[in-house]
């Protein structure tokens, strides 16, 4: 496809994610599913609660990242400042969306450059990992990093997603060979996320081995990439082929754990679905050091700008220091030990 079509496609993608329902259908990512077991008395003072950590060597007032989303059109611009506006006044962490575009175009590098109103975020920067089969090499990553100031790259995995797009690149052959040359030669970590679908235990091994320094699970049962992509069919049989696949893939809760069995020191990012501070405090009590989530900001900068993602954001910080509040959990290190008991 050409690179223009990247542009418009991605302008379609924010359309489509705030208009339609693009929900995961069939499949939960199981948070539902996991109950805290109450602390009558948890010997703590709510507001002494430490929420603060680090993640790849970045200091983060909470455990939460605004996962990628956009850049590469004009009007995706005072997207990513609003976002990276209430990321940086909460001190957490965000990452930019494909910066593909402006790989192509550097014009449309501004699109992405969220430093100067956030100078002090962890900052990601975001290309699909099956682009090293399509012409990209550390090069090109290189470049994406330092059109942001990024703090790491992330590549994204997104098999099922390019599978159903007409025009997607579907040749993901041979590429674990480059990511480890790539994660060789490149001075940030790189972080290896799924789009929805899921990581797991398996899959994130492979990659660790290869260099990969964390894994986002990006798991099923929150935003579903085939059914964004179903509303970009322009034929019957499209849509039936995608519609296929709304729920498929590795819920978010299942994919958090086996890759902390499998891997049990990684950094983890859980997302995929995650819509609270109490799914949080569950992905982190599953094994996850950060919680993430995207569409419900993008909805919340859709309808107020930088002062409603930073309401929604704060929401969610403040239903996670309630939950270790009520499990009797004094910092992130206690969370991650406290016991989750299964439901359903
Ligand atoms: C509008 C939009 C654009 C996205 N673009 C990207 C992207 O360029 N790169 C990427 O890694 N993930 C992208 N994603 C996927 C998200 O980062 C996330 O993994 C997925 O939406 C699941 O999280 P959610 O259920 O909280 O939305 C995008 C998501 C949205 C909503």
Redesign the pocket.
Same mark, same amino acid.
């Given at each position: 496809m050409t690179e223009t079509a990247t542009e418009g496609r991605?302008i379609d993608?924010?359309n @489509?994610?705030i208009n339609e329902d693009v929900n995961a259908k069939g499949i939960t990512t199981g948070f539902g599913s996991y109950h805290f077991e109450h602390d009558a008395l948890p010997e703590l003072d709510m507001h002494s609660i430490d929420l603060s950590t680090t993640f790849l060597g970045k200091q983060l007032k909470a455990p939460f990242l605004i $996962? $990628?989303?956009?850049?590469g059109a004009a009007p995706t611009e005072e997207i990513n400042l609003q976002l990276a506006e209430a990321a940086q006044a909460l001190g957490v962490a965000m #990452?930019v969306?494909?910066q593909r575009a402006a790989i192509f175009d550097p014009s449309l590098a501004s699109s992405y450059q969220v430093r100067r109103v956030a100078p002090d975020i962890a900052l990601f920067a975001?290309l699909?990992a099956v682009q090293l089969n399509y012409g990209y090499g550390i090069e090109q990553c290189q470049r994406a990093v330092d059109m942001i100031e990024a703090d790491a790259l @992330?590549l994204?995995f997104?098999a099922l997603q390019e599978a159903v797009q007409p025009e997607g690149d579907t040749n993901f052959a041979g590429l674990l060979t480059k990511i480890e040359a790539l994660c060789r030669a490149l001075p940030v970590p790189v972080i290896a996320?799924?789009?929805?679908n899921g990581i797991g235990g398996k899959a994130a091994k492979r990659l660790v081995e290869a260099g990969v320094q964390a894994i986002?699970v !990006?798991g099923a049962?929150?935003?579903s990439?085939s059914e964004?992509e179903r509303f970009r069919q322009h034929t019957q049989a499209g849509q039936g082929i995608a519609a296929t696949f709304a729920g498929w893939g590795i819920p978010t809760t299942e994919a958090i754990k086996q890759v902390r069995a499998a891997l049990p020191t990684i950094g983890i990012i859980g $997302? #995929?679905?995650?819509?609270s501070g109490l799914d949080i405090a569950k992905a982190i009590a599953l094994g996850a050091d950060l919680g !993430? $989530?995207?569409?419900?900001n993008?909805l919340a900068q859709n309808k107020g700008g930088s002062d409603a993602v930073h309401a929604a954001i704060a929401a969610i910080i403040a239903q996670l220091r309630i939950s270790m509040f009520c499990t009797g959990a004094a910092d992130l290190a206690a969370l991650r030990q406290t016991p989750l008991y299964r439901v359903s």
């Open positions: 991605k993608h924010v @489509i994610v $996962s $990628s989303m956009t850049g #990452g969306g494909s975001n699909g @992330i994204h997104n996320k799924e789009v929805g986002d !990006a049962g929150g935003t990439w964004v $997302s #995929g679905g995650v819509r !993430a $989530s995207a569409a419900p993008l």
